[in-house]
């Protein structure tokens, strides 16, 4: 598999997602993902991606039970 932005070879490892949003940064350790070994781009199957996202939908629905008005 080639990266899509440098051409450089994709391998399958392990690597960290994370994402930035309102109230919270999510870190997830040894998520499988092919890496470009000459660009570091990352690229996540769409199985892996689809639990990423329903772990986030079930952290924003557990964020706003604990949300307290100010």
Do not use: W
């Not at 949003?21 to 350790?29: A, E, N, Q």
């Amino acid at each position: 598999m080639k990266c899509i932005y440098c051409g450089g070879e994709m391998q399958r490892t392990k690597s960290t997602y994370t994402i930035d949003r309102d109230g919270y940064h999510l870190f997830i350790k040894d998520v499988p993902a092919y890496v470009c070994s000459q660009c570091g781009e990352k690229h996540f199957q769409e199985s892996e991606v689809a639990v990423i996202q329903q772990l986030i939908r079930d952290l924003e629905k557990n964020l706003e039970r604990v949300h307290v008005s100010g």
